[in-house]
């Protein structure tokens, strides 16, 4: 895998939310994509987009012992590339990847903001290389300010 495809290049501090409280995927999409808008590294289409894409392709994924997702949309909305990590108190609930039927109650949440097919693809593999070490997923549910999750990607070379 390429440096540039690395996790730790794609997140950035301000669209970090550790610790969050939200009651809702739409208000979680909300203030993600209110913060991507006011930085301009979205265009106003994407908050539409990435509920339409996740309505239609959910990216909810139970793990062992967490839920998670990753939500993402077309190359074409995103004007600046960012992976956004939520970490949640209380889990918002996601539709399964694997079937749509079953509810996923995500408490660690990674939005995608890629405008490279390539590098998209490459970051879900990255990601679920992560997703797999759940010891690591407690660390980052764990960290309670921004920049001390992003200290523990950095640590782990993500």
Known sequence: MTEA???SAYVKEPLVFTQENYFSQDELFEQVTQKATNLGWVREDFL????????????????????????HTDAECVQEEFVAIVTLQDPVVFQSMEDSNQEVKAQIIFVLGLNQPHAQLEM????????????????LLLATTPSELIEIIKQNNL
């Open 5 to 7: 495809t690395t996790l």
């Open 48 to 71: 539409e987009r990435i509920k339409k894409r996740e309505a239609t392709f959910p990216t909810g994924i139970q793990l062992v012992h967490y839920g998670a997702a990753i939500p």
């Open 124 to 139: 879900l593999q990255s990601l679920m290389g992560l997703l797999q070490n759940e010891s690591l997923l407690a660390e």
